[in-house]
């Protein structure tokens, strides 16, 4: 490969630190100052972060030094707000058009995944309408800025309000007083993920650079993690294992690789409710990536996760047990077309250990359908089965509807709480 390439501007190389690793990348100099641009704006803008950490791994390919689809063959990286056109050449990457603005990014009206302030008017919380660039990370409450991102949510005011209880029973006691919590003019961040985009790669993209964001200012950050946060969270952690910083894409230094934990130690994690991700896998992963994992608090009576099928699982299979062996049961089951199951071979009892064992939407959805159904046809002994009646309630909206939205401490908190 040339040592100089008339036209282009080396922007990084290929052996950084006398580590030989990946090629050299080269701008072309018409788009030099964009790129020079997008690197001053990387620690303020968290749309320019992601498009320089882009940049950063096409240093990554550490193959046959050919182009894999022919060489001068123009390739595309497209993400959120960016597009970068490059081509490899004789083992080199050279960037030929660079298109960095609004006009490139998602637009999903007023309730765009993005960062939001969410602030404290005397009376109740309230979150901004339009999407920032970056977080407030000097507006600390005790020491450290609050951060959350969200899981499934109605909206982003929604999540807004419900999440400061989140936060409250994560970091309240410890880090801060609750009642320090709700003062005039407090916020904190919100990172609003719309629904069905948790795994979308601008989604992932955009808090991997928030968090590198706060590592580089070495400022402290308390995460709130909800939801179906939880693996965009993790996607995050898995990207910054290979590129922790914004300005190498790997680190095999021992030191290097030290120095980047430190930064990142000043942030610290709670995952609340978590969906789609193993809290024993994202501990690792904070480990690993040098962030502080606080805890995690699991909903107990979500059957989506492990964790809510075993905690919920023995009561709802007595209720099921129970109430089959009423009069009519068979009857009410016949009518909805649940005894189709057990023409096939298979009893009630058999219907909830298939969904513990597959637990699809439509497998548990059958399970808690036969069990309600059954209780309809056993009412008699509702009173009796009070406390099993509100799991069943709770199961039921933790599971399909919005009870993984909020923190209770028991199923008669969060009916209340779903009533309000």
């Not at 990946?22 to 303020?44: C, S």
């Not at 597009?83 to 490139?104: C, M, P």
């Not at 009410?332 to 250990?353: D, P, R, W, Y």
């Amino acid at each position: 490969m040339p040592a100089f390439r008339a036209g282009w501007t080396k922007i990084i190389e290929m052996a950084p630190m006398g580590t030989k690793q990946g090629r050299d990348v080269y701008v072309n100099n018409t788009h030099y100052p964009m790129y020079e641009k997008v690197k001053q704006e990387a620690q303020t803008n968290y749309y320019s972060a992601t498009l320089l950490r882009a940049l950063i791994s096409l240093n990554a390919d550490t193959g046959s030094s050919q182009s894999a689809n022919g060489a001068g063959t123009i390739r595309y990286l497209v993400r959120n707000g960016m597009a970068i056109e490059y081509y490899i050449d004789n083992g080199d990457v050279l960037i030929h058009k660079l298109h960095f603005d609004n006009s490139l990014q998602t637009d999903s009206g007023s309730q765009g995944t993005g960062v939001y302030k969410v602030q404290y008017d005397g009376s109740t919380w309230g979150t901004g309408d339009s999407p920032g660039k970056q977080m407030n990370l000097k507006h600390k409450w005790n020491g450290a800025h609050y951060a959350a991102v969200s899981g499934k949510f109605r909206s982003k005011d929604s999540a807004g309000k419900l999440l400061v209880r989140h936060i409250e029973k994560s970091y309240g006691g410890t880090e801060i007083l609750p009642r320090d919590i709700p003062q005039m003019d407090n916020f904190y961040s919100l990172y609003w993920i719309n629904n069905k985009e948790h795994s979308a790669l601008p989604s992932v993209d955009g808090l991997t650079s928030l968090i590198q964001q706060a590592a580089s200012a070495k400022e402290s950050v308390n995460w709130l993690v909800h939801g179906e946060g939880a693996k965009t969270f993790q996607r995050a952690l898995e990207i910054l294992q290979n590129t922790p910083s914004l300005s190498r894409f790997e680190a095999k230094d021992e030191e290097i690789v030290r120095n980047l934990r430190n930064k990142m130690s000043g942030q610290k994690v709670f995952f609340s409710n978590p969906v789609g991700a193993s809290p024993d896998k994202l501990e690792k992963l904070c480990n690993v990536v040098g962030l502080t994992y606080v805890d995690s608090n699991t909903n107990p009576r979500n059957l989506k996760t492990a964790a809510g099928r075993e905690n919920s699982w023995g009561e709802i299979k007595r209720i099921g047990a129970a109430a089959f062996t009423t009069g009519g049961t068979a009857v009410a089951l016949k009518e909805t077309g649940v005894i189709s199951i057990q023409k096939q071979g298979s009893m009630l009892s058999n219907v909830f250990e298939a969904a513990m064992s597959n637990p699809t939407a439509a497998g548990v959805g059958t399970a808690i359908f036969a069990t309600g159904v059954a209780f309809v046809v056993g009412k008699t002994q509702a009173t009796k089965w009070a406390s099993q009646v509100r799991a069943v309630q709770a199961t039921a909206s933790s599971t399909f509807g919005r009870g993984n939205e909020y923190w209770y401490e028991s199923d008669e908190d969060l009916i209340e709480q779903l009533s309000a």
